[in-house]
């Protein structure tokens, strides 16, 4: 599989070239090679770095629902919105090419992940059976700057596992050739802790794993954070991930 490149605009730290060379590999050897940087096609300003990030495992749950919509808190067959705290998040997809990230429109972006009480909807699983439901679960085609938006609410837990949301995009997904980068997205600890200590969450009492805890997460999951700004709700967050296509 080729390497998938996450393109973020905001860097908690500046990266050293000696840490850019390590996440980035082979691909940063060429770059350096040729004395070349990618950039954002028509970005002002500094330009974010391409970053290399790591796929991570599709898990037992993803249904290919083919569910067309950007809210997807309900369970079309009932009408029933899966209570929580309100959670905006957009996917920037970006193509890496000609040493610079443009922005791929029409990607295919699914997302999912379980309610605040730790279950997947259309699945039958020796904890639950929600086959038939279609709760948090969805997927909306980039716009022309590459995003795709969701209304969601923030994830819930179940045993074993941290916080987290699967997200797949797919460029061309009618064609068997088509591009395709899986993995997860996950939130800092302390941002969960506010979050559990209120309605629905706090029933469930504590949480059994924490980031540190999830060997998915130990994985390359340091390299898939999202960063939420509070609303007046909920919360707002952007994963931009840049993919390195043939």
């Not at 860097?11 to 950039?39: E, H, I, M, N």
Request: aromatic letters at 10%; a positive charge; charged letters at 20%.
């Amino acid at each position: 599989m080729t390497d998938h490149v996450l393109l973020s605009s905001v860097f908690r730290r500046q990266l050293s070239r000696r840490d850019t060379l390590a996440l980035l590999g082979k691909s940063a050897v060429c770059l350096v090679t040729a004395g070349l940087w990618p950039r954002v096609a028509g970005a002002a300003g500094p330009d974010p770095l391409c970053v290399v990030r790591p796929t991570q495992t599709e898990g037992p749950y993803f249904v290919d629902e083919q569910l067309n919509r950007s809210d997807i808190r309900s369970d079309p067959s009932g009408g029933a919105i899966k209570t929580g705290t309100p959670l905006s998040l957009t996917v920037a997809a970006s193509r890496l090419g000609g040493g610079a990230c443009h922005p791929l429109e029409g990607a295919h972006v699914d997302i999912w992940h379980c309610d605040a009480t730790g279950l997947y909807s259309d699945v039958k699983d020796p904890r639950f059976n929600t086959t038939g439901q279609q709760f948090l679960r969805g997927y909306q085609l980039t716009d022309a700057k590459g995003e795709a938006r969701f209304l969601t609410i923030y994830p819930g837990w179940y045993e074993g596992r941290t916080v987290h949301i699967h997200v797949k995009v797919r460029a061309n997904p009618k064609d068997r050739r088509g591009y395709e980068f899986t993995s997860q997205m996950y939130f800092d600890d302390a941002l969960t802790d506010r979050v559990y200590a209120a309605a629905p969450y706090a029933a469930r009492g504590p949480r059994t794993a924490r980031n540190h805890d999830d060997f998915i997460f130990r994985r390359g999951g340091n390299r898939l954070m999202l960063d939420p700004t509070q609303t007046a709700d909920g919360y707002a967050a952007t994963f931009a991930v840049g993919l390195q296509m043939p």
